[in-house]
């Protein structure tokens, strides 16, 4: 799936969506966790979501590209892991990508997502991150 991990560098706390705000919390839902998807929203037992997007300007495309592992070993358990790496490099038809990896672990399993923008270098290609409270 995706990259090899030895050319994947995960950041921690540090990464630009700062995950540290999901460690620990008990996922029960995932939804949108597929090729082609545009979203993928975690639900926790405290009854908060985070929602994974990109939020549109014009001319790009940003998608899950590849998950790598089962999305049910996520749910019911703390999360251990939450933490974010982005390769960026422009193709050789002069269109830029960032690939951006996401991997979460629990003590059941472990799930990497990458996804994948692509532009023309103008506009920005990050997947970003909302937290919310269900209602």
């Given at each position: 799936?995706?990259?090899?991990?030895?050319y994947?560098r995960?950041?921690?706390?540090?990464?630009?969506n700062n995950?540290s705000?999901i460690?620990?919390k008990?996922?029960?839902?995932?939804?949108?966790m597929?090729?082609g998807?545009?979203?993928?929203?975690?639900?926790f037992s405290d009854?908060?979501?985070?929602k994974f997007y990109h939020?549109?300007?014009?001319?790009e495309?940003?998608?899950?590209e590849?998950?790598?592992?089962?999305?049910?070993?996520?749910i019911?358990?703390?999360l251990?892991v939450a933490?974010?790496?982005?390769v960026?490099r422009d193709?050789?038809y002069?269109?830029h990508e960032?690939?951006?990896?996401?991997e979460?672990?629990?003590?059941?399993g472990s799930?990497t997502?990458?996804w994948?923008?692509?532009?023309?270098?103008?506009?920005?290609?990050?997947v970003a991150?909302?937290?919310g409270?269900?209602?």
């Open positions: 799936c995706g990259l090899p991990r030895r994947i995960f950041e921690g706390d540090e990464s630009v995950l705000r460690l620990g008990t996922v029960v839902s995932i939804s949108g597929i090729n998807s545009e979203e993928i929203i975690f639900t009854g908060e979501f985070a939020e549109y300007d014009c001319c495309t940003v998608e899950v590849d998950v790598c592992g089962d999305p049910e070993d996520l019911r358990y703390p251990v933490r974010e790496a982005t960026e193709d050789e002069g269109e960032t690939a951006t990896f996401y979460f672990a629990t003590n059941k799930v997502i990458r994948l923008g692509r532009s023309n270098g103008y506009y920005s290609e990050r991150i909302e937290y409270t269900v209602s």
